[in-house]
């Protein structure tokens, strides 16, 4: 069984391996999903930490990585500019 640190980790190391990202990348969904709580059960139960978990949590937070921040256009002001 993994420990949460080691779990954390397998699941950075399987999203810069399965969706081609950096490993900066990977390190920062890993940590706002930490930093939302998505892995706060992980940490009290043990037995979450499953090499299968890891590949389902982060499938889930590679989905889920622009949903809390999507793209807004900026809005255009009634006057052209000079």
């Given amino acids: 069984m993994m420990t949460y640190e080691e779990y954390l980790d397998e699941v950075t190391t399987l999203m810069?391996?399965?969706f081609d990202l950096t490993d900066d990348a990977a390190i920062k969904h890993v940590m706002?999903?930490?930093a939302n709580?998505?892995?706060t059960l992980h940490d009290?139960?043990?037995e979450m930490r499953t090499?299968?978990?890891a590949e389902q949590?982060?499938?889930?937070?590679y989905?889920?990585?622009n949903k809390s921040r999507p793209h807004t256009p900026p809005q255009r002001t009634s006057k052209p500019r000079k």
């Fill in 44 to 46: 009290d139960h043990p």
């Fill in 37 to 39: 709580d998505f892995f």
């Fill in 51 to 53: 090499q299968e978990r």
């Fill in 57 to 61: 949590d982060a499938q889930t937070i």
């Fill in 32 to 34: 706002r999903a930490q």
């Fill in 16 to 18: 810069t391996e399965k």
């Fill in 63 to 65: 989905d889920q990585r």
